[in-house]
């Protein structure tokens, strides 16, 4: 015997999908509701948190500083530096890539996208090759310090949106 539909209960409300209704903003009303958008929530500059990160190792770096002597800037400060030079040169060009890209004559989605991916690939390759050449051409760099400065330095874009 086969089995018939709904033969075990009564048709419902889930089994014809409901026809959405959308209402057709005018041009004033959307104009009134993007201008408050842009109230409320104001756009946050990269360039921003690429200067909070400036400020996130400078501070992490004079925290370590306690670590080290009292009378020379230390390995400590050092490797903080390095650790915040890590996240910050990387994230620099990615942004000047953007920058870029905004400035060229034909702007399409396809070529911005193009730019995005790019700009990706340049701040990961940099990143790698900051870190490999720290390993090999510093000596004695301490790692917890750099690390520990390269975290706070990338978690600045979490920080950003708690100052929205």
């Known amino acids: 015997m086969i ?12 089994d014809e999908p409901k026809e959405e209704v959308y209402r ?12 408050n958008n842009a109230l409320n929530h104001p756009p946050l500059s990269p360039w921003k948190i690429l200067a909070a990160q400036v400020v996130v190792t400078v501070l992490s770096m ?19 530096f390095l650790g915040g030079l890590i996240s910050v040169l990387p994230s620099a060009l990615f942004l000047s ?10 702007l399409n989605p396809g070529n911005y996208l193009a730019a995005l991916v790019s700009g990706e690939f340049i701040k990961i390759a940099v990143t790698l090759m900051l870190f490999v050449g720290i390993a090999y051409l510093v000596p004695g760099v301490l790692w917890v310090p750099l690390l520990v400065t390269y975290v706070l330095a990338l978690k600045c874009v979490w920080l950003a949106w708690l100052w929205r």
């Not at 890539?97 to 034909?106: G, H, M, P, S, V």
């Open 3 to 14: 089995p018939q539909k709904n033969r075990f209960s009564e048709v419902d409300d889930w």
């Open 24 to 35: 057709v903003l005018s041009k004033a009303e959307m104009a009134a509701l993007q201008k």
């Open 62 to 80: 004079v925290v370590w500083a306690v670590f080290g002597e009292p009378v020379r800037v230390s390995l400590y400060t050092q490797s903080a």
């Open 97 to 106: 890539r953007l920058e870029l890209a905004n400035k060229t004559q034909i």
